[in-house]
């Protein structure tokens, strides 16, 4: 089971890129959530156990690519 804190993470995610798609349309959605990602990252990832943050963001965005 996925802890609940990622999964808002994720949703934090999505809301993100759905908002910054209507402020820059010109840029690719998947280049926008790469960007927010990295600052969620950066500033979140003491929140988590070593690793398991970058794990659920990157299997995020490579989902976004299929």
Do not use: C, N, W
């Not at 804190?5 to 798609?21: D, M, P, T, Y």
């Not at 990602?37 to 979140?44: G, K, R």
């Amino acid at each position: 089971m996925i802890d609940p804190k990622l999964l808002e993470v994720g949703v934090r995610l999505e809301k993100a890129v759905e908002h910054l798609a209507t402020v820059r349309p010109s840029e690719d959605r998947l280049q926008l959530a790469e960007q927010i990602a990295i600052s969620m990252l950066d500033s979140e990832h003491s929140d988590f156990e070593e690793g398991v943050l970058e794990a659920y963001l990157m299997d995020y965005l490579q989902q976004l690519t299929q």
